[in-house]
């Protein structure tokens, strides 16, 4: 007997430290409203002294709003059946008469069932983190309707700018070129070779002009235009366009390399586009190789996707330019072009929420890095 005593005690003593050191609240009252034992943690919570708590001031039907007493009621009903009740939020009215979120649940205890064993959390910081999340949604969604509005003005200034570079801008430009031709036809026999030249380099100056502003307008309807995402395999695309290459360039030897069964979601309009300009540029920047030898693989190592060659390459340093409209590493009168194809690139595969980089050396070939979000991610 003195062992199951000593045991007792000591069970006893581990039980009020226990509940003394809690970082919950925890009380014990009777389920008619008097609560007559708690730790600090709950004293604190509501603002009372443990010796009002003796005198029996602290009244839990006290603590409660008014028209939250009946989730009270309903939770000691729940408790009486089935012996605890589930936890739910409410508020707790201090003694300085502020109130504080809490989240409650109790046991029903005692030998004639009529006492609740309370547990307490205060859900202030919560709450007041939620609040904060709150208002920078409110924020966040401020600043995207705004943005959302820029862009959508953006959009607008870009269309007007489209409409006017293709009507008012290639009006001109269609006459100059329509009074060049008529000039040379009417006068040709009053036109020594110089002046023949010259109209020739007026009409190659126009057809150049022309062909910029093509390539400008598909640059600017990137912008806009939405991506028509689905699962598209960039090996089928890389084999049709490789194929117009090769009936563009029959006398030609070209060595293609294509990966099977590249696999990513994008949009296959402008993916198409992405490989037409790349395999394009790696046959241009290749034509002065015996055999032509272009891949396009997926480049573990990196991540990304890796189209190269073994053309003429480029030096690094001027690398920073490759992706803006109309740089060009290279002279026309080496390799045509309109200087636009990469920045067309680089469009397409940021808005696919990809990154594209390059890697080259003179001579020593060229090869091209971008990334896409793979096939079912």
């Not at 508020?91 to 649940?105: A, F, N, Q, T």
């Not at 026999?189 to 910029?212: H, N, P, T, V, Y």
């Not at 594209?356 to 070939?365: C, R």
Request: net charge negative.
């Amino acid at each position: 007997m003195p062992d199951k005593m000593h045991q007792l005690m000591r069970t006893k003593e581990r039980f009020e430290a226990f509940v003394s050191s809690a970082p919950i609240g925890i009380a014990s009252s009777h389920i008619d409203g008097r609560v007559f034992e708690a730790n600090d943690t709950y004293l604190d919570l509501i603002g009372y002294t443990r010796a009002e708590l003796e005198e029996g001031k602290v009244l839990w039907t006290d603590l409660t709003p008014k028209e939250l007493v009946y989730r009270d009621r309903e939770a000691i009903e729940e408790a009486v059946r089935t012996g605890r009740s589930h936890a739910f939020e409410k508020e707790y009215i201090r003694k300085d008469g502020s109130h504080v979120p809490i989240l409650i649940g109790f046991a029903i205890v005692g030998p004639d069932r009529d006492e609740a064993l309370t547990f307490v959390i205060d859900m202030t910081g919560q709450k007041s983190a939620e609040a904060e999340v709150r208002r920078l949604n409110t924020e966040l969604e401020a600043r995207v309707a705004s943005r959302t509005a820029e862009l959508e003005a953006s959009n607008k200034e870009l269309e007007a700018f489209c409409y006017a570079v293709s009507h008012d801008l290639r009006a001109p430009l269609r006459s100059i070129d329509g009074f060049a031709y008529a000039l040379l036809q009417d006068y040709e026999d009053k036109l020594d070779e110089d002046g023949k030249d010259f109209i020739g380099r007026i009409r190659a100056a126009s057809k150049r002009m022309d062909e910029l502003i093509s390539a400008l307008l598909s640059l600017s309807r990137l912008t806009t235009t939405e991506l028509d995402r689905q699962t598209v395999n960039l090996s089928e695309l890389a084999e049709a366009v490789t194929s117009d290459l090769m009936h563009a360039n029959p006398n030609r030897s070209i060595e293609f390399s294509i990966e099977p069964n590249l696999l990513v979601q994008g949009d296959r309009r402008t993916l198409r586009a992405v490989l037409d300009n790349l395999l394009n540029n790696a046959v241009k920047f290749t034509v002065n190789q015996e055999v032509a030898k272009i891949s396009l693989e997926f480049d573990k190592s990196v991540s990304a996707f890796a189209i190269r060659d073994n053309g003429v390459g480029f030096e690094m340093e001027q690398s920073s330019k490759l992706f803006q409209p109309f740089e060009r590493l290279h002279s026309p009168r080496e390799f045509s072009g309109s200087g636009i194809g990469l920045a067309t690139v680089y469009r397409i595969i940021r808005k696919h929420g990809g990154h594209i980089w390059a890697h080259a050396e003179i001579n020593k070939g060229a090869e091209f890095f971008f990334t896409l979000v793979p096939s079912g991610t």
